[in-house]
């Protein structure tokens, strides 16, 4: 008997760490503007030059499994950048992989994920271009992948979002 998402997202809320995550409509097509964004981050004086892919941030996509989701990265960094849907099971040439699985989007260019999730549960997407700096000033978000089995099982499904 192993420890469901449900029941770490229960435990940990207890914590009292949370971070409210605003929900994004499943519905496709997604667009995503990764870009420099000023944020005033709680607990931080000034504005932090956070790169993100929406004005929502954290940011949270939903879709059903199965489903096709349709995803439109544009770029408006000043350097390339991908999108790698961690853990989530995608054809080859939409995995993110720069040089390996496509070719990185570079400023100004554009590049549309198409996938159909086949397993449910809470995914990471991230870049795999200079990550260390685009995941250090936030440029990353959740997908929640929802089972349409459970639908209407729970009266509250949150995600929570921790960043050391």
């Not at 795999?128 to 089995?149: F, I, K, Y």
Request: net charge neutral; aromatic share 8%; charged share 25%.
């Amino acid at each position: 008997m192993g420890l469901t998402r449900r029941g770490f997202l229960a435990a940990t809320g207890a914590l009292g760490a949370t971070l409210a995550v605003p929900r994004q409509p499943g519905a496709a097509p997604v667009s995503l503007e990764a870009k420099e964004r000023p944020r005033r981050i709680p607990g931080c004086s000034g504005d932090s030059a956070l790169w993100t892919y929406s004005d929502t941030w954290p940011l949270e996509l939903r879709v059903k499994r199965g489903a096709e989701f349709i995803a439109e990265l544009r770029n408006r960094l000043k350097e390339h950048t991908t999108i790698h849907w961690h853990g989530v099971r995608v054809p080859h040439a939409m995995d993110g992989v720069p040089y390996m699985t496509q070719d990185p989007v570079e400023p100004g260019k554009s590049f549309t994920y198409r996938f159909a999730p086949p397993d449910p549960g809470t995914f990471f997407f991230h870049p795999h271009c200079n990550t260390v700096e685009a995941l250090g000033r936030g440029l990353a978000g959740v997908l929640v992948v929802e089972d349409p089995r459970e639908e209407g099982l729970f009266d509250v499904d949150r995600t929570l979002v921790l960043s050391d």
